[in-house]
């Protein structure tokens, strides 16, 4: 429990530096007191002991992978709105078993422009995704599968 505060209290703490655009010392703690603050405050709210299966540095690593992957969904999307688009519901399999990264791949999936999850069950997850007109459901199952498994196999390798 101690030990995912504090990586809980880091990942705070490089968030803040982000926001922050600098590296000071003075930033670095300002960080570290306001993450350690967050971490206390809210440490009957986060669920820090259902993170206890997670490798932290290849979730980071998983983190700055989906910014990217955010700026060439906004792409996408723009591109099928212009085009013409048509939202459909799939439904896609997923090898990820620990709850906390099965949630953090459907939060993936949401803030990827163009595609929004519906649900999570045992293993399946739900998605309305866009795409051209002229698809049909094979190449939407298809388009979303791959979505999901670049997302994914980061993901797993997370997963201790």
Not at 32 to 47: A, D, E, Q, S, Y
Not at 134 to 147: F, H, N, Y
Request: glycine share 6%; aromatic share 10%; net charge positive.
């Amino acid at each position: 429990m101690k030990r995912n505060a504090a990586y809980m209290i880091i990942m705070l703490t490089i968030i803040w530096l982000i926001l922050r655009e600098e590296v000071t010392l003075w930033s670095v703690l300002t960080g570290l007191v306001f993450g350690t603050l967050c971490v206390l405050f809210c440490r009957k709210f986060l669920p820090l002991d259902k993170i206890a299966g997670v490798n932290y540095f290849w979730f980071l690593l998983y983190l700055f992978y989906l910014i990217g992957q955010m700026y060439l969904g906004a792409l996408s999307a723009i591109r099928l709105v212009v085009k013409g688009a048509k939202a459909d519901v799939i439904s896609v399999n997923t090898e990820i078993t620990n709850d906390f990264l099965r949630v953090m791949l459907a939060n993936s999936i949401t803030i990827v422009p163009g595609s929004v999850t519906l649900e999570i069950k045992a293993g399946r997850i739900t998605v309305l995704s866009l795409h051209d007109k002229g698809w049909g459901m094979a190449e939407l199952t298809e388009a979303g599968d791959r979505i999901v498994r670049r997302l994914e196999k980061r993901l797993i390798k997370a997963q201790k």
